[in-house]
C-alpha cells in the first residue's frame, strides 16, 4: 500500500506566524494535490502541482512539489483565522493516494 | 445548487443493520469515488467508478457493496454494519482532464 505521510498532524498557531506543512512518500507520483476540509464540508482543490522541482503560488500559500516527484511542502506565510481547516495532500498514480491530513488552527 | 449531494447527512444505526448511503452529482462527470475518513488516517478508497458498467475495488471495499444506477448516481451499501465502520464517508466525482477530485459534503455514520 502507498502511504502518503504527513507533518505535523497538529498544528495551532498565532495570527501572523509563518508555517509548513509537509507530505513525505517513498513512491513517485505523476502529480500530487492538495486540497483543504472545513468542517461539516468535503476538501475542496487547492492546487496540483505535476513537474520536479514546481512551485505554485495561491496569495499567501506556497506549494512545492519534490525534484524526485515523490514529497511536496505547503507555506503559508502570515496565517489568518481563515486559514484553519485541514489540509491534505493527494498523490496521482492511477488513482488519488491521500495523506493522513495536517489539521491547522490559527488564533487571533 | 451543490453539485454533489450526499443523503443522509448523518445517520445512527445498530450492528448488523443493512444501510444505504447516496450520492448524486449534477457535474455531468463519469468518475464517481466512495471515501471513508477516520482521523489521523485521511480519506481512504473504498470503491469507484469511471462509467455506469464499470465498478472497481478500492483500499477497503470488505464490508461494502457498491450500485452505479446512472452518470448521476452512485450508492454505497453496508450489508451488515459493524462498529468499526463508524466513520465519516464522502462521494466524489472527478473529470479524466486534470483529475480535480469533487467532493460531498459527507455522511457522518455512527454504529452501536
Known amino acids: 500500500t502507498q502511504l502518503l505521510e504527513q507533518s505535523p498532524q497538529f498544528l495551532s498557531i498565532q495570527e501572523g506566524e509563518n508555517l509548513t506543512v509537509y507530505c513525505n512518500s517513498s513512491?513517485?507520483?505523476?502529480?500530487l494535490q492538495w486540497y483543504r476540509q472545513e468542517p461539516g464540508e468535503g476538501p475542496v482543490l487547492l492546487v496540483t502541482v505535476v513537474t520536479g522541482g514546481e512551485v505554485k503560488k495561491l496569495k499567501r500559500l506556497t506549494f512545492q512539489f519534490g525534484d524526485a516527484r515523490k514529497d511536496s511542502s505547503l507555506h503559508i506565510t502570515a496565517a489568518q483565522p481563515g486559514d484553519t481547516g485541514l489540509y491534505l495532500c493527494a498523490g496521482d498514480t492511477d488513482k488519488l493516494i491521500f495523506g493522513t491530513g495536517t489539521r491547522l488552527q490559527v488564533f487571533p | 445548487d451543490a453539485d454533489v449531494t450526499q443523503t443522509p447527512r448523518n445517520r445512527i444505526t445498530k450492528t448488523g443493520k443493512r444501510i444505504m448511503l447516496e450520492c448524486s452529482q449534477t457535474?455531468?462527470?463519469?468518475?464517481m469515488y466512495w471515501y471513508r475518513q477516520d482521523p489521523g488516517l485521511g480519506l481512504r478508497l473504498i470503491y469507484y467508478s469511471f462509467d455506469v458498467k464499470d465498478i472497481n475495488k478500492g483500499e477497503i471495499s470488505d464490508g461494502y457493496s457498491v450500485s452505479r444506477q446512472a452518470q448521476a448516481k452512485f450508492s454505497l451499501s453496508l450489508e451488515s454494519a459493524i462498529p468499526n465502520q463508524t466513520a465519516l464517508y464522502f462521494c466524489?466525482?472527478?473529470?479524466?482532464?486534470?483529475?480535480?477530485?469533487?467532493f460531498g459534503p459527507g455522511t457522518r455514520l455512527l454504529v452501536l
Open positions: 466524489a466525482t472527478s473529470d479524466p482532464i486534470g483529475e480535480t477530485q469533487y
Open positions: 457535474k455531468g462527470h463519469d468518475r
Open positions: 513512491s513517485v507520483f505523476s502529480s
